[in-house]
């Protein structure tokens, strides 16, 4: 295949690749490469790289459109290029052909200005530390001014991006300019001494003493749970489980999940953006990211992880929303964590010229008052600042360079404008099935009750998947009592386990034998509608620590404050006392309450705003007053949680409940209110979809709302609502992909993905569906034409199940399991499958742990088949062994027409038993055996083979064991095979 058709074969997945890590570095670095092979001229690198309203993705297109415009050769150049520049987990899903090799011109004396463009990509680093230097240089000799120099050296643009902007400036101020650029590197090169590698950092007194004060009080404060646990009883060592960590893909298409360690998060491991300084620790609300990052205080304090870092400063972003004053970055560090007893201006200069020994961390970015923003340009460590500026240009590296941040923060509530400084973005996915267990264990010291507690949420696997994320996990083991004796009628629902919440924390606070003859909801109404109205005041304005006077002006009392939702926030050094709800889920429930309960016309107005997508003309929530000019920015995290939780409530399960406090008529319209808004939502949405192109399904891709939307839906439990939306949907492809849907968000699916009209392609690849999700999917698989689940921690349980319940759905035809955690245990579902379904066309297990004992048994259900079409087991290890038992099980199909063994292991003797299929199939198309270890002898056997067989259009043999003079020779032989 040429590499022109192999640009245009993986256009999506070159562009993919180019964008997904949100920084331009990428497509620069290819450029660069171009640029200096001359297979792209000025003018065709200007025509990429002009016009600052271009995207990214846009200039990427650019990029490939040129490329595939010159031809062949320009092509073959762009994937060599490609190849050089992406990281090794990026490659190994895309073919890059024969690759350019590049070579110098040794004829003539060459121009410095050539010189500089033939040097391009080696200058780039070589010049990233030295830029100022070397602009001091230009302006002394005349070539540059200092507006020039100014422009080159603003702080929005990386190291890389200001030597590429003086590179392009040097070319056009010509022979002179460029002249003297290099013989500023010739000397730099000259002066350069090298760093000493084994010399011990020299720690001062003062440093040492404030490392242990930082160490004492860092441990103090993390000893006890504080999320969750206003009392502090629970010991972080007795109860800490810990969650889920994950690279952040970013839509890079990696072929590999990769699970990080604790000490992972900080390192250098899975960093996407080498010159920025801070890691983002990203989850849903609830999925632990606080208790994580106090699990990570507490270990470096006890000096068992992250001793690279001599000083640690944790901060939390609620806290600092208190903070009105102008500070320092000095004020700022010493104020908020540990104010130290020696010399300041000593132990600040360590800081500044020791940056990478210090780790600041910042908890929950999502609920600083004001959207990040990278406009405002603070640089000074000692001069003072209002403190949004100063964390803006922390996160930045405007201020404290080299000092690694590191962020937790809701991966949706993360603007695009703070992206292009991650360093990298680790997912926290809360618990696994063995965390679970592990979790509640460790909350009941009865070995009884834990078992039974972990038999209901066995017998209720909607509440199993809840469970998944850690506040859920910490709410069923705190209302137990509850639970235990219910099965799948128990709690459903975010809002059932809410609602439950409430009637455990009220009914443990009254006195035995001392009734009213009100329900729970009656008795505790003024306190409920207090707290929440205080709850929606707050998230209108971002607040979520309140004031003693705050509290008492809504009549609430100590009374209500000791029913244990509100609890005091003792970091707060201020003479009045301060309080927090419980946890931001809680916050958001209070307020739905109010939402649901205020019979007021206001209350009436705020819900149609609610269940708007939030607009840069909305307040916090969207919902109650309209944007002033200094009110921060939409936090549509917590306006989605609100919603979701008003859509609960006014469930028909919860009308009986309600009616006690609430007249019908007013429960009836804002019910009616919140159908028409999630409908008109859900319709917009669809109506969104493009139209296909010819030849194509139509398709669509899920926005962020459309996830939401669904779970509002689920919360609701009205099927007719479901069934009426998704009446309205004319797609044949839903892509759901990188959508964080664990199995909380596959049982909001399936109960409304059910009601389709006709059958679809589910894509769910890249998320933590895993095997609950897998099984909460189960209701909707009859309306999965084919189901798209790679990269979602699946093993071979969940697909047990998933066969079990595949085989009696007539429409369900293709699966895509790729990196999951399958075994030899998965073949024998698979060949059950294959033997039971006459219509199943597709099957991908690739890059799983399938050997040839499960290949063997694969092969059984291979043999049975009378319609697959499609068969992938690329990244396996099947083996001669495998490979033979899968060919003789495929002999005499008349319907395989795409076969992969990419990465097998697959010997000679493998490649003769393919070459039987090959020869004999009338229907095969494609046959892949690229990376295994083939020699001339097998590729004889399939060339042979080829020679009876007109209809293969394919054969792919890269990598495989063979010389250049082999490939050479082989290559003419056959123009459909590529080595």
Avoid at 110 to 115: D, G, P, Q, W
Avoid at 221 to 240: A, C, E, I, N
Avoid at 798 to 805: A, P
């Amino acid at each position: 295949m040429s590499a022109q058709q192999l640009v245009l074969r993986q256009r999506a997945e070159l562009v993919q690749a180019l964008c997904c890590g949100g920084t331009a570095e990428p497509l620069d670095s290819v450029l660069d490469l171009l640029l200096s092979w001359s297979a792209f001229e000025w003018e065709d690198y200007l025509n990429v790289c002009c016009g600052t309203a271009k995207t990214l993705c846009s200039r990427s297109r650019e990029l490939l459109d040129l490329a595939y415009s010159k031809g062949d050769d320009a092509c073959c150049h762009l994937l060599t290029a490609f190849h050089q520049v992406l990281p090794d987990a990026q490659k190994d899903t895309l073919n890059f052909g024969s690759t350019y090799t590049a070579q110098k011109s040794q004829e003539g004396e060459i121009s410095a200005t050539l010189t500089l463009l033939g040097d391009r990509p080696g200058l780039v680093t070589k010049l990233r530390n030295s830029v100022d230097e070397a602009l001091d240089e230009l302006v002394q000799k005349g070539f540059l001014t200092s507006s020039e120099c100014e422009d080159i050296q603003l702080p929005v643009h990386t190291a890389s991006q200001q030597v590429r902007r003086l590179l392009d400036i040097v070319k056009f101020k010509g022979e002179g300019a460029a002249k003297v650029l290099l013989q500023f590197l010739q000397k730099s090169q000259i002066e350069a001494v090298p760093q000493p590698t084994n010399e011990k950092l020299i720690i001062p007194t003062s440093v040492a003493e404030y490392q242990k004060k930082l160490c004492s009080s860092i441990s103090a404060q993390s000893h006890f749970l504080s999320t969750y646990s206003p009392t502090g009883r629970f010991s972080l060592d007795d109860v800490y489980t810990e969650g889920l960590l994950e690279l952040g893909q970013q839509g890079c298409g990696n072929t590999t999940l990769v699970s990080v360690t604790l000490e992972d998060v900080v390192g250098a491991t899975g960093t996407v953006n080498v010159e920025a300084d801070t890691v983002l620790v990203s989850g849903e609300a609830g999925s632990g990211k606080s208790t994580f990052l106090q699990r990570l205080h507490q270990l470096w304090a006890r000096k068992t992880v992250l001793q690279n870092y001599l000083l640690l400063f944790p901060f939390s972003c609620r806290k600092l929303n208190t903070e009105h004053r102008e500070l320092s970055v000095k004020d700022l560090l010493f104020l908020h964590c540990c104010w130290p007893d020696g010399d300041q201006e000593e132990l600040f200069q360590f800081l500044l010229d020791h940056p990478h020994t210090v780790l600041f961390t910042f908890d929950g970015l999502d609920e600083f008052k004001q959207a990040f923003a990278d406009d405002q340009r603070h640089c000074s460590p000692t001069q003072s600042a209002k403190v949004p500026v100063l964390l803006f240009n922390l996160l930045q590296g405007s201020l404290m360079k080299g000092v690694r941040k590191l962020v937790t923060s809701r991966t949706e509530a993360v603007s695009f404008t703070l992206r292009p400084y991650l360093c990298k973005e680790v997912l926290l996915k809360g618990f696994s099935p063995d965390g679970i267990d592990c979790f509640v264990k460790k909350h009941h010291s009865d070995p009884g009750v834990a078992s039974r507690v972990l038999q209901s949420l066995q017998s209720n696997t909607a509440l199993l998947g809840l469970c998944h994320i850690p506040v859920f996990c910490w709410i069923v083991s705190k209302c137990y009592k509850e639970l235990l004796g219910f099965s799948s009628t128990g709690p459903q629902t975010i809002t059932d386990v809410y609602l439950m919440v409430l009637q455990h924390f009220f009914h443990r606070r009254i006195s035995s034998g001392k009734t009213s003859g009100k329900s729970w909801l009656q008795e505790h109404f003024r306190t409920i509608m207090a707290l929440g109205k205080l709850a929606l005041q707050g998230l209108e304005h971002s607040h979520y620590i309140f004031s003693e006077s705050d509290v008492q002006n809504l009549g609430i009392t100590e009374e209500d404050i000791g029913k244990g939702f509100l609890i005091q926030n003792k970091n707060i050094s201020l003479d009045t006392k301060h309080y927090e709800f419980l946890h931001l889920t809680l916050q958001c429930f209070f307020s739905a309450l109010f939402i649901t309960l205020d019979p007021s016309n206001n209350m009436h107005s705020i819900i149609p705003r609610l269940f708007q997508t939030p607009s840069s003309s909305m307040g916090c929530l969207g919902i109650c007053h309209p944007r002033k000019c200094d009110q921060p920015g939409n936090e549509p995290p917590n306006h989605e949680i609100t919603s979701m939780f008003v859509s609960g409530l006014l469930s028909p399960c919860h009308h009986s409940l309600l009616l006690q406090c609430c007249p019908i008529q007013t429960l009836q319209r804002k019910c009616k209110q919140v159908m028409k808004c999630l409908s008109k939502g859900m319709h917009n949405h669809f109506k969104s979809i493009p139209q296909p192109i010819k030849g194509e399904k139509k398709s669509m891709h899920a926005m962020p709302a459309f996830i939401w939307l669904i779970k509002c839906i689920y919360e609701m439990q009205d099927s007719e609502l479901a069934k009426s939306v998704m009446a309205k949907l004319e797609a044949e492809h839903l892509k759901l992909t990188y959508c964080n849907i664990g199995p909380l968000e596959c049982t909001a699916l399936a109960f409304v993905l059910q009601h389709l009209k006709g059958p679809v392609g589910l894509q769910l690849d890249s998320n933590s569906v895993g095997d609950v999700g897998v099984e909460q999917l189960l209701p909707c698989l009859h309306v999965c034409r084919s189901l798209y689940l790679r990269h979602n921690n699946i093993t071979d349980e969940g697909i047990s199940k998933l066969v079990e319940k595949g085989v009696e759905c007539e429409a369900f035809q293709k699966i895509a399991l790729f990196n999951n955690k399958l075994t030899d245990a998965c073949a024998q579902h698979f060949a059950y499958l294959l033997k039971t379904k006459q219509n199943f066309a597709s099957l991908r297990l690739g890059n799983n742990n399938i050997t040839a004992a499960g290949a063997e048994q694969l092969a059984e259900g291979l043999r049975c088949s009378p319609s697959l079409r499609f068969l992938g087991l690329w990244g396996n290890t099947v083996g001669d062994a495998g490979a033979e038992a899968i060919a003789h099980a495929l002999e005499d199909s008349q319907t395989l027409e795409w076969l992969s063994l990419v990465d097998n292991r697959v010997g000679d003797a493998g490649a003769q038993a393919l070459a039987r299929v090959v020869e004999k199939s009338s229907t095969l198309k494609e046959l892949w055996l690229n990376n295994n270890s083939i020699t001339r002898c097998g590729v004889e056997y399939l060339l042979q083979a080829l020679e009876r067989n007109s209809t293969v259009t394919a054969l792919w043999l890269t990598g495989n064991i063979l010389s250049q003079e082999e490939v050479e020779e082989l290559s003419i032989r056959e123009s459909r095979v590529t080595f």
